[in-house]
């Protein structure tokens, strides 16, 4: 199976890598869970491999210890939550059993394994779904317990504020551990995306090193982020891949294209015709200029300069053959005419084409010829504006393409709404700095603003305090040029 006919392999389906720093948390967690009472609690963004961790953790206790991976979904009440970890724990449980009943089998489950100087763990995925009655229900099962080491003990994975709200809740005698699940580093985002496509593709690994780099920047480290752009680029790649090869050219270098070898064709025609009236065919000067290889090409008649190119001599007479002959310089000119233009960047060119028959002569010296009121004096070629790097792009969005690739720049604030930004940035202080790039997020359109452009990630996030109040609010973060780039190709591959 062709590469281009495989569906998309970045959908999280294969296991997550366990990173180094995972690995550390994960131990540390453990441990306390163990030997020590509290309750523990891991603060991850969504997306960021709680569910995966959870499951790590869970294969990493030993068999009379661990209790499996607990995740219930969001809104159910509570009398249901206890239903459900009273029966991950093996506690039987009576039909229309009250909160306070399940409470107290809890409590005696948990008292029958101190008696037994065991201890069991239970890990709860996705906690902060826990409204506040059941977290403080939950949570009353540990106050007042003296021996620590063995009994029931809680790992609770939620989104940040999990241990905010704990605090909330004035526990007595009952102390909560947080930690944060650290983000994936460069090379854990790179085999995370390497063994996700093993696992679900064939062929080789579709991104080069700079474009992981690009993805995990964007990203944050957070693995489901980085799939989710994987796969973006993916779908770009593969549309690509099947869209027909004159679609992929631009459209001015197809125009550019084809009256060149329009110009050809009418050059050799007009000269075999005056060749059978027997006059001197004149040349034909065609001008050719190019800018830079993204630029539009432009094709004009014009005298300014000339450059003679002699085909070859070829002895016939016949009209067939002279029409093979130029047949055949078509599909020279439509082959090399690529090259023709890349080549013609700088300069203006007039091409001559001569019949086979015509020798070719030795220009004479001429006098020179005196000015007068009607002779045509060749006006030199008007500068072209060197345009964006990709067409259509806004003035904003050309800036940001120009910075350096390797620089940061801080995202103040996003939105689907572009008017709202365009307000946004009219009405702050420093919106000579500010810049608004279009972008796409869940196949629609998305407005990004960012400020600034700085050397380095410190430098990025030193600036942060300097924001003005309103931006502050909103969270600004540092943000690589590489990834912001990669989100305006991606935009326009996306929006023709």
């Known amino acids: ?119 069991k763990i239970l890990i709860i995925d996705d906690a902060h779904h826990f409204d506040d009655q059941a977290l403080a229900a939950l949570a009353s099962v540990f106050q007042g317990s003296q021996d620590t080491e063995v009994g029931l003990a809680l790992i609770f994975l939620a989104e940040p504020g999990m241990a ?36 679900n593709a064939e062929g080789d690994f579709p991104f080069d090193e700079e474009t992981v780099e690009a993805i995990h920047a964007e990203a944050g480290g957070v693995p489901q982020d980085a799939l989710r752009i994987a796969s973006a680029l993916w779908d770009q790649s593969q549309a690509k891949k099947a869209m027909p090869i004159w679609k992929k050219l631009p459209v001015w270098h197809l125009a ?23 006059e001197e065919p004149e040349p034909l000067k065609v001008a050719v200029s190019s800018s830079q290889a993204t630029s539009s090409s432009q094709i004009t008649m014009s005298s300014s300069s000339e450059v003679q190119v002699s085909s070859e001599v070829v002895e016939s007479s016949a009209a067939p053959e002279l029409i093979s002959s130029s047949a055949s310089s078509v599909a020279e000119a439509i082959s090399s005419s690529a090259e023709i233009l890349s080549q013609a960047q700088s300069s203006t060119a007039n091409v001559v084409v001569k019949t086979p028959e015509q020798p070719v002569k030795a220009k004479e010296p001429q006098a020179p010829k005196s000015t007068t009121p009607a002779s045509v004096v060749a006006e030199p070629p008007k500068p072209v504006r060197e345009p964006a790097l990709i067409d259509g792009l806004t003035e904003d969005e050309e800036k940001l393409m120009k910075l350096p690739q390797r620089g940061f720049v801080l995202q103040v604030l996003a939105a689907n709404a572009r008017e709202s930004l365009e307000r946004f940035v009219s009405e702050q202080p420093n919106r000579q700095n500010l810049r608004i790039y279009r972008s796409i997020r869940s196949g629609k359109s998305w407005f990004v603003v960012v400020e600034g452009y700085y050397a380095d990630k410190d430098s990025a996030v030193a600036a942060i305090s300097n924001l003005p109040n309103s931006q502050l609010k909103a969270g600004p973060w540092p943000k690589s040029v590489a990834a912001v780039k990669l989100e305006i190709a991606a935009f326009k591959q996306q929006t023709p």
């Open 164 to 199: 905010q709200r704990l605090d909330a809740l004035h526990l007595v005698d009952v102390e909560v551990r947080d930690c944060v699940l650290p983000p994936m580093g460069e090379d854990d985002i790179q085999q995370l995306l390497e063994e996700e496509f093993q696992a």
């Open 1 to 119: 199976m062709s590469q281009s006919a495989q569906p998309n392999p970045f959908f999280g389906g294969a296991a997550f890598v366990m990173p180094v720093t995972w690995q550390g948390v994960m131990k540390q967690v453990l441990h306390l869970a163990e030997f020590s009472g509290g309750l523990q609690v891991i603060d991850g963004a969504r997306g960021a491999g709680k569910t995966v961790f959870a499951h790590h953790m869970a294969s990493a206790l030993p068999e009379d210890v661990g209790c499996g991976v607990l995740a219930l979904p969001p809104g159910l009440p509570t009398a249901q939550v206890f239903d459900c970890l009273l029966t991950s724990l093996g506690i039987d449980v009576q039909d229309g059993q009250s909160i306070g009943q399940s409470i107290i089998s809890l409590r005696q489950f948990d008292a029958n394994l101190k008696r037994e100087q065991s201890r």
């Open 256 to 278: 550019a294209i084809a009256a060149l070898v329009l110009a050809l064709i009418w050059g050799l025609i007009s000269g075999f015709g005056r060749e059978e009236a027997g």
